[in-house]
């Protein structure tokens, strides 16, 4: 997990590089860095707990930091969320970026998909009333990296990725 985190870090880079708007760029900088510091200790605390064995604390301090890890990514992924609807510019020709753009232009045409569906159904009933069942919440990009099948023979068995591997290569 934690080298899956370093993944969503390297996402978020990307990403922030290629934002045109200054201020979701800082924050998905702050949310990748902050990414960064709990995969890192997330991967200390697990090689010290496999050197000290079975305890309840060091189970109960990699729990929590699993957990902080998780919702971490979910703070990178609504923040690159935000990046990607205010626009990105033209990725370079870097293989990484250009996957990471194709991956974000995929869930903006979802979005975008989506949003006019909504529109051509009416949220209101015979009455006038809004609607509240049948409604389907919007796509997200963490619907989509749930959606990409996993690769775990991609995934290394330290944080570092494989030379020759990209970002997307690796399950998020």
């Known amino acids: 997990m934690a080298s899956d985190g370093q993944v969503v870090v390297q996402f978020g880079n990307i990403l ?11 924050e998905l900088l702050r949310a990748a860095e902050h990414t960064q510091s709990i995969s890192s200790q997330l ?3 697990a090689r010290v707990k496999a050197v000290t064995g079975e305890s309840k604390a060091s189970s109960e301090l990699l729990l929590s930091n699993v957990q902080n ?10 923040a690159a969320e935000v990046a990607c609807v205010n ?4 990725p370079s020709a870097d293989p990484e970026e250009e996957e ?14 989506h949003r006019a569906k909504e ?3 009416s ?13 389907k919440a919007e796509p997200t990009l ?18 570092s990725p494989r030379k020759g591997h990209t970002v997307m290569d690796r399950h998020l």
């Open 43 to 45: 991967g200390i605390v």
């Open 119 to 121: 529109a051509l159904i």
């Open 69 to 78: 890890l998780i919702q971490a990514v979910q703070h990178v992924l609504r």
């Open 87 to 90: 626009g990105l510019a033209q």
């Open 142 to 159: 963490m619907c989509l990296v749930q959606e990409q099948p996993p690769q775990s023979r991609n995934i290394p068995k330290h944080p």
């Open 16 to 26: 922030a590089k290629h934002c045109l708007d200054q201020r979701c760029s800082m």
């Open 123 to 135: 949220d209101r009933d015979e009455l006038g009333l809004r609607k509240t069942r049948g409604a």
């Open 100 to 113: 990471v753009a194709a991956f974000c232009q995929q869930w903006r045409k979802n979005l975008i998909q």
